[in-house]
């Protein structure tokens, strides 16, 4: 679709510096009309200053859907059921966010009647594959545009200056280029001197956890409760999703849980650094694991390893729509029709530790694992067990054992005999190779 048959976009509007100044840049390049979508995923923003500054700076028409709810159901908790953390160590916060802010624009969309959607994400990060597969997967016949590989602007200082041009009012400052993404599940941070991986982040770059450091000296014990490996409640009390992760984000953070600093491979090809800040997330991720380690046999739980990185792969890069990612989530259902029960996490300086774990469906069983006198299990029964088990290593074994005294002269050459070895090898003194035994 050319610039001129665009008539109505819908842009994923946040109010922050470049989805700001994309408000005017597309009504001045593409001469159409804008509507605004706002989604609210827990970023804690004033959404009706948003709104208000979305109508005053151009939009035709804006709408905010509150999505909190839909993004822990929908995304992060069953990404939490698959153990998805990507390179082992990001909890994926703006990754599963994406899908449902997409899904919500596309939805905004097709009440206005636009034939475009646009987004505010950069031409060097995973966002713009986020969106658009979703775009592709949700709405195929919407034009997308993507003003960052469009314009002429290059970097943040030049979109300040942009907006300082046309009066557009923008949050932040050319001296703080942090690029700070919030949602329930977590905080993350970039730019700035954070583009420097050999410098620290700053000790003020935080919203949900405090320095571990600073942290109380006495650590603190809560009790998650799961249904069928969904967290349901906290010491007890039943919570929905959004209070559950918010109450847990506040008790966690408190002792500085969840922050990660790292270097991560972007879908693009290239090396970003972020810090992130994961609080409900770690203390949810380590607590269904220890309850998977009573509630899951053993081959279940190894494919489930598996299905975890996967899983984060898929949604890091941008596969949420996937056939895959859902037949996961039928696995992932089945597998955890028993993870039901309650985990105790402490808490302390930075790190949450399981330490109980109760489940009606526990397969644990004392009189199996006692070192005690049992009357379940008899241990004369494991010497055949071992044998049997050892079989492939034990015939292995004899073979090469076999296979090196047949060799016999083999091991002279290859030390360097070479062709002064004789054409027929001499017999060897000895017993009968038949009755070599390993």
Known sequence: MKKADVKRVALAYSGGLDTSVMMTWL?????????????????????????????????????????????????????????????????????????VIAAAQVEVAREFDCDAVAHGCTGKGNDQVRFELAYQALAPDLTVIAP??????????????????????????????????????????????????????????????VAPTEAPDTPEDVVITFRRGVPVGVDGVRFDPVDLVGRLNERAGAHGVGRVDLVENRLVGMKSRGVYETPAGTVLLAALADLESITLDRDTAGFKRSVGDRYAELVYQGLWFSPLRGAFDAFLDQAHETSTGDVTMRLFKGQATAVARTSPFSLYREDLATFEEDSVYDQADAGGFVRLWGLPSSLAARVRAQASVDAGIAGDIASGLGAHAPATPPKRAGRPLASVRS
């Open 148 to 209: 960052w590989r469009e314009w002429e602007i290059t970097s943040r200082e030049d979109a300040f200056a942009y907006a300082a041009e046309r009066n557009i009012p923008v949050p932040g400052s050319p001296r703080k280029l942090y690029s700070i993404d919030r949602n329930l599940w977590h905080t993350s941070f970039e730019g700035g001197i954070l583009e420097d991986p050999g410098a620290a982040a700053p000790d003020d770059l935080r919203e949900l956890t």
């Open 27 to 99: 009504r001045e390049n593409y001469g159409c009309e804008v509507v605004a979508a706002i989604v609210d995923v827990g970023q804690k923003e004033d959404f009706a200053a948003i709104r208000d500054k979305a109508l005053s700076t151009g939009a035709i028409a804006c709408r905010v859907v509150d999505l909190r709810e839909r993004f822990l159901t929908e995304c992060a908790l069953p990404a939490l059921k698959a153990g998805a953390v990507y390179e082992g160590r990001y909890l994926l916060g703006t990754s599963l966010a994406r899908p």
